[in-house]
């Protein structure tokens, strides 16, 4: 057992994500982020891909929802290949801060997933996340099918049509490109004591 874990761990360090804890459900010493248990990772995990901001908060948000087996911060949409953080924030990449997250779509919906994205930032703002301004902040749904695409568009418009929002949604709905992983110091950077200042919270709910 302790060789097949091992064996997952690398599987998900190749593909750039990072899987929750296997510890009990605990605090780190910070007391910032939650820290979960995944008993078993099945084999019909899905992968889905959101820009929504500085990807340190958005990461953190995933990570907390049930369901969501790893994740990882990176870069995607642009034109420079393999992008470093210093090189994105100069906006001449055209990449944008992407949280990439393997999910077990019996536990969690990709549907709960994009409720969640909408409801961690304000999609109506066009390059801009708070005080961070930039064509990285810019908010876009990385889609790996049609049928991930069609929910996009679909909650999308209904939460555009619900009243909501007082202005038009500027998300980009796009397929997945390369996705570059960040700098180790990026991934779970509020796990490890960071603070996600950048991080901005709509009033609404978010489905568990």
């Known amino acids: 057992m302790h060789a097949l874990a091992s064996m997952f761990h690398y599987f998900l ?6 899987a929750l804890p ?27 891909a959101f820009a929504a901001g500085c990807f340190w908060g958005v990461e953190d948000a995933f990570r907390k929802q049930p369901g969501v087996v790893a994740t990882g911060v990176g870069f995607m949409g642009g034109h420079t ?23 077990d779509p019996a536990k969690v ?10 409801h961690i930032h304000d999609p109506t703002t066009l390059n801009r996340q708070g005080p961070d301004v930039g064509d990285q ?12 695409r069609a929910s996009a568009l679909s909650t999308r418009d209904a939460l555009q049509k619900s009243g909501e929002l007082t202005a038009p949604i500027v998300t980009e709905i796009v397929p997945a490109a390369t996705f ?3 700098e180790e110091y990026h991934q779970q950077y ?13 009033h609404g709910s ?3």
């Open 13 to 18: 360090t190749l593909l750039g994500f990072a």
């Open 22 to 48: 296997s510890e009990p459900a605990r605090l780190t010493p910070d007391g910032l982020a939650l820290v979960r248990s995944v008993a078993a990772v099945p084999a019909t995990t899905e992968r889905a």
């Open 81 to 103: 290949a393999n992008p470093t953080y210093r090189q994105v924030c100069t906006e001449g990449t055209g990449h944008a801060e992407t949280t990439e997250v393997l999910f």
């Open 109 to 118: 919906s990709y549907t709960q997933l994009l409720d969640l994205f909408w």
């Open 137 to 148: 902040y810019r908010s876009v749904i990385f889609t790996f099918s049609d049928a991930q």
């Open 180 to 182: 570059t992983r960040a």
């Open 190 to 202: 509020v796990e490890k004591g960071g603070y996600a200042h950048c991080h901005v919270r709509r």
């Open 206 to 208: 978010v489905s568990q």
